[in-house]
């Protein structure tokens, strides 16, 4: 069963009100949707949006009690300013974007995201796109491929494990991805906290669904629909992610871009934002011990001004 990552704390940062329109970008489980609903009331509106498939038809029946106040869609936050204005959401009072994966498709061996379960290589959050991570791992060439682990993993290892993995190729299946990992870190350097593949997986995963490139296009588009007064707040799970947020939330709460040195500002910006949360809010140690899968989360929020 997914359990929603920090959810009390990102319902009281995004202050939703009965009566408010709200976009929650990354349905999932449903658990922050279904928090959202119960606080805008039977005269709110949420617009949930989530490129799984599945997800989006689990969550017809869990919140179906809410009615025409849930509008689901299957979609990439990516596009959540088109979406919106499609769905009727011109100008929204919150959105949420909850970076991670659920518990469902981690625990599903058929969609190929976990190294822990014998499965085919995947990894795509919407089926109906063409490239699976046995493409990736199969058909790039090894320098690319090490690069992909390098930059998306941050993985020390990376073009050793590259290596291995085109020595072994054709890979079918996460548990022979696993094997090649394993095999081609030292076992000395095995890190001692997670298993020797996770920055690996995750590499491919976010490497087959453009994460990152979703990521930057998401955050600009809640932006064109945010109210003034209205807060954006993200969930992620990796430097990568915080580091993209951070930088975003930054540049968007600051008048001027131009260089230090410059003596008279020539790029006309002006800040659209004022942040929320000075410092990332982690999960407490209780929320940790209860659901392990959450001690790495991650929430930042900002408003619109």
């Known amino acids: 069963m997914h359990v929603s990552v920090l959810s009390q704390e990102s319902i009281e940062l995004l202050q939703p009100r009965p009566g408010d329109a709200f976009v929650d970008g990354t349905l999932g489980g449903g658990g922050h949707a279904?928090?959202?609903?119960?606080?805008?009331?039977?005269?709110?509106?949420?617009?949930?949006?989530?490129?799984?498939?599945?997800?989006v038809a689990a969550a017809k029946d869990t919140l179906g009690r809410f009615?025409?106040?849930?509008?689901?869609?299957?979609?990439?936050?990516?596009?959540?300013?088109?979406?919106?204005?499609?769905?009727?959401f011109e100008k929204v009072n919150g959105v949420l974007f909850d970076l991670g994966l659920s518990s469902d498709q981690l625990e599903d061996p058929s969609r190929g995201f976990s190294f822990r379960l014998e499965g085919p290589l995947d990894m795509r959050m919407d089926a109906g796109t063409p490239v699976t991570a046995a493409r990736v791992v199969n058909e790039l060439p090894e320098r690319e491929l090490a690069a992909v682990i390098r930059r998306l993993g941050e993985e020390r290892w990376a073009a050793r494990?590259?290596?291995?993995?085109?020595?072994?190729?054709?890979?079918?299946?996460?548990?022979?991805?696993?094997q090649a990992v394993e095999a081609?870190?030292?076992?000395?350097?095995?890190?001692?906290?997670?298993?020797?593949?996770t920055r690996t997986f995750q590499a491919l995963r976010m490497h087959v669904n453009d994460e990152l490139g979703s990521l930057a296009s998401g955050l600009e588009g809640a932006l064109e629909i945010l109210e003034p007064g209205g807060r954006l707040a993200v969930i992620s799970f990796h430097s990568l992610e915080d580091g993209a947020v951070k930088r975003f939330f930054r540049q968007e709460s600051t008048d001027c871009l131009c260089p230090p040195r410059q003596p008279v500002c020539t790029c006309g910006h002006k800040a659209t934002v004022r942040i929320v949360t000075r410092k990332p809010v982690r999960p407490s140690p209780e929320e940790v011990a209860?659901?392990?899968r959450s001690r790495s989360a991650r929430l930042r929020a900002a408003e619109r001004i």
């Open 34 to 55: 279904r928090l959202l609903l119960e606080r805008l009331g039977p005269d709110g509106r949420l617009l949930a949006i989530d490129r799984d498939e599945a997800a």
């Open 67 to 88: 009615g025409p106040a849930a509008v689901l869609v299957h979609g990439d936050f990516a596009d959540v300013a088109r979406i919106a204005r499609e769905k009727g």
């Open 161 to 178: 494990i590259a290596r291995f993995i085109a020595a072994r190729r054709p890979l079918n299946s996460t548990r022979e991805l696993a």
């Open 184 to 197: 081609a870190i030292p076992r000395a350097a095995w890190p001692p906290d997670i298993h020797p593949a």
């Open 290 to 292: 209860a659901n392990p």
